[in-house]
T-cell receptor, first 115, second 113 residues
Framework: GAGVSQTPSNKVTEKGKYVELRCDPI?????LYWYRQSLGQGPEFLIY????????DSGLPNDRFFAVRPEGSVSTLKIQRTERGDSAVYLC?????????????FGPGTRLTVL | AQSVTQLDSQVPVFEEAPVELRCNYS??????LFWYVQYPNQGLQLLLK??????LVKGINGFEAEFNKSQTSFHLRKPSVHISDTAEYFC???????????FGKGTTLSVSS
């Protein structure tokens, strides 16, 4: 596709359940980022991939959060034992090379609601 | 550590009026600065960015911003707004030597007729 896509667009789950959120970056982009946007806040950085490897995962809030990008394209953000506080919009972005001045292109986000 | 402060959470204006959305940052290293816009039910879109050089940066949709190093500010301006400019605007700065962005909390611009 022409832009970054994310699925599902909405996810409702119960406290304690496991969820997976998917991101399809722009074709050819080596850098991929996950952010989380809570209500009334700006996006907060979670993790950055360069190719298949996580170059910076310092934004992951705890060990319930994990992300993979096994083939250097699609990425999956995984949340175990979800909590109500995990409710937010999860944004994915990609950039061509990951350079500091590269534009990050954002997907529409996945709205996660934990009941 | 770097941080971004957007001084106004909401800015209501009338159509064709000028607008300024304020952004201040703190950083101990050189930074790159960005403004993103989020229209209702859409993803974040880059408006403009400051990398180096001229401190006045022009972006899409008639927006511009001025980098002021002494005041650590990067305010966004438009001389005449349209109804279609109604959106959430985010100021952002790169995070240290890496490439992840640190965002402000956003400013809601509401343009009415």
């Amino acid at each position: 596709g022409a832009g970054v896509s994310q699925t599902p667009s909405n996810k409702v789950t119960e406290k304690g359940k496991y969820v997976e959120l998917r991101c399809d970056p722009i074709s050819g982009h080596t850098a991929l980022y996950w952010y989380r946007q809570s209500l009334g806040q700006g996006p907060e950085f979670l993790i950055y991939f360069q190719g298949t490897g996580a170059a910076d995962d310092s934004g992951l809030p705890n060990d319930r959060f994990f992300a993979v990008r096994p083939e250097g394209s699609v990425s999956t953000l995984k949340i175990q034992r979800t909590e109500r506080g995990d409710s937010a919009v999860y944004l994915c972005a990609s950039s061509l090379t990951g350079g500091t001045s590269d534009e990050q292109f954002f997907g529409p986000g996945t709205r996660l609601t934990v009941l | 550590a770097q941080s971004v402060t957007q001084l106004d959470s909401q800015v209501p204006v009338f159509e064709e009026a000028p607008v300024e959305l304020r952004c201040n940052y703190s950083s101990s290293v050189s930074v790159y600065l960005f403004w993103y816009v989020q229209y209702p039910n859409q993803g974040l879109q880059l408006l403009l960015k400051y990398l180096s050089g001229s401190t006045l940066v022009k972006g899409i949709n008639g927006f511009e911003a001025e980098f002021n190093k002494s005041q650590t500010s990067f305010h966004l301006r438009k001389p005449s707004v349209h109804i279609s400019d109604t959106a959430e605007y985010f100021c952002a700065v790169t995070r240290g030597a890496g490439t992840a962005l640190i965002f402000g909390k956003g400013t809601t611009l509401s343009v009415s007729s």
